[in-house]
């Protein structure tokens, strides 16, 4: 089904997605017809149409998550650290040892993760993915401040030879030819011509004879020669200053962004300066992010929602016909069970009223649980899920308007409310926990159908996992971060000798002296291909590894699932209906709450109770999840 354009309005004329105080406003707005400009009062054979929805909570902008994501765009590589990787290296070939790595940047780290970041992220054609608790904007800005840095390094590289160059003409070309003559020597060509040299004795003569050609080329010449490698002697060393002092500020000016994000500073940069497109990209992407539209893609045997968390765990379904209860002296007994399927007796209502219950209990686990403590940052939500092929076919477009209304608001609110079957598009409900300052996200996303006089409740837990540990980049204080500046300049000087190593291959390579295995191939970023990416799980890992963080998600899930459950079982008991199918089915989900590493059942009933208890040796390959 397309997903249609809308406009919203609110009573006092305000919009209900823009910033400040108003964003806490209860009703998001009133669908209207684009066209027209008349609300949609009404959809014909239903209720008339929900005028709100349950819009997420602001994303906080400045945890800990925020804070590493952005410092991470400045990370470099350790060159003291590679420099001692690289003598290991020849002890352990002296020692007959497996050679141990050289440690270097990784596709997560640095401006390989900002060349990500802006290619599939800020100017992609697709909509961003919603971001789960970290903010976007901030570090889409350090990326941009990352590229802008990058550009600006290479700008000072190219000036500093220019101008030398112009100052020693000879002297820059004594060092090119230097290093092709080394080349030529050292490289394949040179050894395959020695080696044919000395292979018979008309093949040495025919060497000797074309060396004695170049010396009677270049003995008058001598003078100019012993000129420009004097000038050269000069040119080389400038250059290495030069482009030292380049690499050295430009350590110094990581440092500097990292300082801008210690986690004393209450504000960090949303909006790059001196960079209007950027900037009007980012204000776009701010507002993009936090529509509420999910799209879903299969992996393996198991379906997830992209943005949500790499670790999808195995969905909780029950599907239950619906039938009435009868009272008795000893509680309600389903009349379908002693063979009455009249059904007259129980009180209609639709999905929506059932999911808008939920909801209300949900909101009641971020004030007091269990009389002790509330789920930490526990918010409530409505998605709408779609696929991901579609995803590229979603509008980004803002108008030119940060305040920007979510288009699908008119789907959320009429066509997400019919008969599931036959739309790709559907509504869900959201109740997210951030917890470890951002690190741990876990999101329970529900859905009910009610067809053919059948209820079908669906959870999908996710999990976003910490982030990946050559994320982690906070910045440096006290005697540390003096020791870092410190040792700015001997790593500057490695940035150098690396830059000439890299500059050395890639003239070989182009010429054909050197193979082309002589340096690593570079990290190209995936290209744009339309479809729902996250910035938060490209940089995660798959699932939690400390044992408090994993008890951690596995007690948010069970809470989110058991109070959802035991909010329908109430719901149906109120309204007259049966509930004894839909409790053993509940139950079944609830109780079977199996993490494979660590061997806990987790187990609860419909009221929200929970006690762990051992289990028994079993399967430890961690694929058995929640349901």
């Known amino acids: 089904m397309p997903l249609l354009r809308w406009r919203a309005v609110s009573p006092n004329g305000i919009s209900p997605n823009c910033d400040g105080a108003q964003e806490q406003e209860a009703v998001p707005g009133i669908p209207v017809d684009s066209r027209s400009g008349t609300p949609l009062a009404y959809i014909p054979g239903q209720l008339p149409v929900r005028a709100e929805y349950a ?121 090119a030819v230097a290093m092709l003559l080394w080349q030529l020597i050292g490289g394949r060509r040179g050894q395959a011509i020695l080696q044919w040299g000395f292979r018979s004795l008309v093949s040495t003569a025919l060497l000797a004879a074309a060396v004695f050609v170049l010396w009677t080329l270049a003995r008058p010449r001598i003078p100019m020669l012993r000129e420009a490698a004097t000038d050269g002697l000069h040119v080389a060393p400038h250059l290495l200053i030069a482009a030292t002092a380049v690499y050295l500020l430009d350590r110094w000016a990581c440092h500097a962004y990292l300082q801008s994000l210690r986690p004393g500073r209450a504000n960090i940069a ?189 959870t999908r837990p996710h999990v976003l996992a910490p982030l990946l540990p050559s994320v982690d980049a906070g910045p440096a204080k006290g005697w540390e971060l003096a020791r870092k500046v410190a040792e700015a300049p001997l790593h500057a000087c490695g940035d150098t000798v690396e830059l000439a190593v890299r500059l050395y291959n890639i003239i070989g390579r182009g010429l054909g002296l050197l193979s082309a295995a002589v340096t690593a191939a570079a990290i190209v970023p995936q290209k744009d291909d339309g479809m729902p990416v996250s910035l938060r799980e490209h940089c995660s890992r798959v699932t939690t590894e400390d044992m408090h963080q994993t008890e951690d998600v596995q007690r948010y899930v069970s809470i989110l699932q058991t109070r959802m459950f035991s909010t329908v079982g109430a719901f149906l008991s109120d309204h007259g209906l049966a509930i004894g199918e839909f409790q053993r089915q509940a139950v079944a989900i609830t109780q079977n709450f199996i993490s494979g590493d660590n061997n806990q059942v987790n187990t609860g009933n419909l009221g929200g109770s929970m006690h762990q208890q051992g289990n028994s040796p079993g399967p430890t390959d961690g694929t058995e999840k929640a349901g």
Not at 92 to 109: K, N, S, Y
Not at 123 to 146: C, M, N, Q
Not at 294 to 321: K, M, S
């Open 55 to 175: 819009q997420r909570d602001l994303v906080p902008a400045t945890n800990s998550v925020t804070r590493d994501l952005a410092g991470a765009m400045h990370e470099r590589v350790n060159r003291i650290g590679q420099a001692g990787d690289w003598l290991g290296r020849w002890q352990d070939r002296m020692q007959g040892r497996a050679p141990r790595p050289i440690r270097a940047l990784d596709e997560f780290t640095g401006e390989f993760l900002a060349q990500w970041a802006l290619k599939n992220v800020l100017y992609a054609r697709k909509r961003p993915a919603p971001s789960f608790g970290f903010g976007l904007a901030p570090v889409l800005t350090h990326s941009i401040a990352a590229r802008r840095q990058q550009r600006l390094r290479g700008a000072a590289l190219v000036s500093a030879l220019f101008y030398l160059g112009v100052l020693h003409p000879r002297g820059l070309a004594a060092v």
């Open 270 to 458: 949303k909006r790059p300066n001196l960079a209007p497109f950027a900037a009007r990209k980012i204000d776009e992407c701010a507002v993009t992010e936090q529509w509420q539209t999910i799209g879903y893609r299969n992996e393996g045997r198991a379906d997830r929602f992209v943005g949500a968390g790499l670790d999808a765990w195995r969905r909780g379904a029950t599907r239950i016909q619906l039938a009435s209860a009868r009272v008795t002296d000893e509680g309600k007994e389903p009349l379908s069970e002693v063979g009455d399927t009249d059904l007259d007796g129980y009180q209609k209502f639709e999905a929506d009223e059932l999911l808008d219950k939920v909801r209300d209990e949900l909101e009641d686990l971020s004030g007091v649980l269990v009389e002790t403590h509330a789920l930490p940052n526990c918010d409530v939500a409505e998605f709408l899920g779609i696929p991901q092929n579609r995803w590229k076919k979603l509008s980004r477009d803002v108008d030119g308007n940060a305040k920007a209304e979510w288009p699908e608001a008119t789907e959320m609110c009429t066509e997400a409310r019919e008969a599931p079957t036959g739309h790709f598009s559907r509504r869900y409900l959201a109740a997210q926990v951030v917890s470890w300052d951002g690190q741990i996200v876990v999101t329970v996303f529900a859905h009910a159908a009610l067809e053919g006089n059948t209820l079908h409740f669906v």
